[in-house]
């Protein structure tokens, strides 16, 4: 009992910790990226409490529930977006004996509650009782639809190299050389995760120049912030995701006591790289968003699913 609650507190811990480092990490590193410091001043050095009073004023701000909405399912869309990533972090672990829940179909349990996480946004555009909101949402759901072919796929490709489809069994079969032999499938999630989070360059859906913000046009206050902190919760289960699948977890040097260190680091680059991908690439158009999807990455994922299939069967 003892250690179930510690477990439970533990996720919680990283839950709401995790996510706001990455978005703090975000507003820094983009500032310095585009020569454009922003706030300085927030808690002294750097500006380092900047998203803590960002957060106190999305507490103090009213939220506001349309006319025409439907109120019940406009209030839960929030809860709907952010929990499936708390669910999906408690699986993915940072040593074999950091892990919220350890699973044998661990990998399947992550990649199934991420799925559901469109289901906040459809929930948001629907309720909202507003035109470019519905239209935010079906744009949405669109996408997801198509990006969440090549994400599965890519990750099927590890699970049939490693033969099982629990996290910690996969990182126990990684090798340096993995890192080479999945490559493709290695780009082909990453990218597709972007998509699935809708993060710039696919952030067509939310962006304010398309349909002002999407499925999330009427919502204000805290609702609002649980959304933004989904987005940034789902950046940390995606460099999670990364870092188990394709860069060895918790492997590196020194002793295995400290491997969670490695973990936590790798995180951290992935989730860099993500940022360093809104600053850099320039947002997709709609059509060329779902061509990339469809001639792009599923032959691709397709192509090395069927490769590492070839090759368990030969060399195993």
Known sequence: ??????????????????????GQAEHKVMAHMQSRLGPMYAGGFHGWAQLVADGVKFVQKESVTPAAADKRVFEWAPVVAILPYMAAMAAIPLSPALVGAHLDSGLFFVLAVMSVGVLGSLM???????????LGGLRVAAQLMSY???????????????????????????NPWWLLWQLPALVVFFIAGLAELQRPPFDMPVADSEVIFGPY?????????????AEYAGIVVLAGLVTVLFLGGWSGPGPD???WIWSVLKIAAV?????????????????????LAWQGLVPVALIQLALTGIGVVVFH
């Not at 003892?2 to 480092?21: D, S, T």
């Not at 948001?124 to 519905?134: D, R, V």
């Not at 860099?272 to 709609?286: M, Q, S, T, Y």
Request: no cysteine; hydrophobic share 60%.
């Open 1 to 22: 009992m003892v250690e179930f609650v510690l477990r439970v507190a533990g996720v919680l811990v990283a839950f709401l910790v995790a996510p706001l480092v990455v």
């Open 124 to 134: 948001a555009g629907w309720a909202s009782g507003n035109k470019y909101s519905l």
């Open 148 to 174: 969440e072919l090549p994400f599965v796929l890519s990750a099927a490709s590890v699970a049939v190299a490693a033969g099982t489809l629990s996290l910690t069994g996969i990182v126990d079969q990684w």
């Open 217 to 229: 046009t009427e919502y204000t206050g805290l609702r609002f912030a649980l959304f933004l902190l």
């Open 257 to 259: 006591s400290i491997g």
């Open 271 to 291: 989730s860099f790289l993500v940022i360093w991908v809104r600053v850099a690439f320039p947002r997709l158009r709609a059509d060329q968003l779902q061509k």
